[in-house]
């Protein structure tokens, strides 16, 4: 088979490799669409530490496929099932697996980190990831391209829930990229009173306000405390979601947000400097600063769940496709932040 192999920093060949074989409990899967993360990106600049020098990986965890071959053990999922997986499998023994919170088990295993993801033509799925409840059949009327792209929606709701978005509330997501535009669709969901979305970029903006943005802010030419300032009657906003990985936007959040503000530092800031956090904010105006990463096998079931039963439409988040052998043209796209989310397609076999 294709498989599009992450060799080291910088360095992705497309090369032909054996189709992996189920063993009695396993999933043989044929890949149908496998999207581009940011966390892909960031392992292409400087590798993963659970990915060791001289290993060869397929990445891609963002991904929908069809089973191809259902070891005899497996129950629950037959060939031609559609299905698409929540990457991070938990070792189903620790305290955070015990409470169902697998994206912070300290021993996870991951699609396209520690096992091969779906940047190939085929992908196996160990019977350990269908035992702990990773992998979900994709509900007719969802799309293989939008499945895909459920799993950084399934961050996002995880987010949420962590700062409590209600209907009372003015959201501020910072950050108009797939993520921020993610956000925008579930606050609004979520009856969200107020959603101001902020970002340099007026294209990625005008998606924002077309997933349902109530208010754009360019920051390149508008400055955003004033603007928050002036949407919130001089409030600020009840919760504030940062979505670009720089500090001095972290740094900010506590004067945009108002009193009881709910802050979520939702992107992480790699090895830049860490920012300086006005505590007195926190204390004086009881503001709740928090952080989520990835999203729980629980928040991934209930996105599609939420997705499949509506009317979203989250087709102007993918804006570009990709066949495998393209790999370092969409991963340059997804880099130079035009257009949304990259997607992998594999072509339909001939029956
Ligand atoms: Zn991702
Ligand atoms: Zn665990």
Redesign the pocket.
Same mark, same amino acid.
Do not use: K, L, V, Y
């Given at each position: 088979m294709r498989a599009a192999l992450f060799r080291g920093p910088g360095v992705v060949e497309v090369s032909e490799i054996p189709i992996p074989t189920p063993g009695p409990g396993d999933l043989l899967v044929k890949v149908r669409a496998a999207s581009i &993360?940011?966390?892909?990106l960031r392992i292409m600049k400087h590798g993963h530490f659970r990915i060791p020098a001289g290993t060869s990986r397929v990445l891609g965890? @963002?991904l929908t496929g069809r089973v191809v071959e259902a070891g005899s053990a497996v129950s629950g999922f037959a060939v031609g099932d559609r299905i698409s997986v929540a %990457?991070n499998v938990g070792c189903g023994r620790c305290r955070m697996c015990a409470k169902g919170l697998n994206q912070l088990c300290p021993d996870y295993e991951a699609f396209g980190i520690t096992m091969d993801g779906g940047f190939a033509e085929y992908l196996l799925i160990p019977a350990h990831a269908i035992e702990r409840g990773n992998v979900f059949h994709v509900p007719e009327g969802l799309s293989d391209e939008v499945a895909a792209v459920l @799993? %950084?929606m399934s &961050?996002c709701l995880h987010g949420q829930r962590a700062v409590h978005v209600s209907p009372d509330d003015s959201v501020l997501i910072i950050g108009a990229g797939p993520i921020g535009c993610f956000h925008t669709v579930l606050a609004k969901r979520a009856g969200a009173r107020q959603v101001i979305v902020a970002n340099t970029r007026q294209p990625r903006l005008d998606i924002a306000g077309r997933m349902g943005a109530d208010e754009l802010i360019n920051v390149g030419t508008h400055d955003l405390q004033a603007e928050v300032e002036r949407l919130t009657g001089g409030e600020g906003v009840d919760v504030v979601i940062t979505c670009v990985s720089k500090p001095e936007v972290i740094a900010g959040s506590t004067a945009l947000a108002g009193r009881l503000g709910r802050i979520n530092v939702f992107s992480g800031l790699g090895d830049q400097a860490r920012p300086q956090i006005d505590v007195n904010s926190l204390h004086y105006r009881e503001q709740v600063l928090t952080g989520t990463t990835g999203s729980s096998v629980v928040d991934y079931g209930d996105v599609i769940d939420i997705v499949a039963g509506s009317d979203l439409d989250l087709s102007p988040i993918i804006t570009s496709r990709f066949p495998l052998e393209d790999i370092e043209a969409a991963m340059d796209e997804s880099r130079s932040g035009r257009g949304m989310k990259s997607v992998i397609v594999f072509e339909e076999e001939a029956a």
């Open positions: &993360c940011g966390t892909d965890h @963002e %990457p @799993e %950084p &961050c």
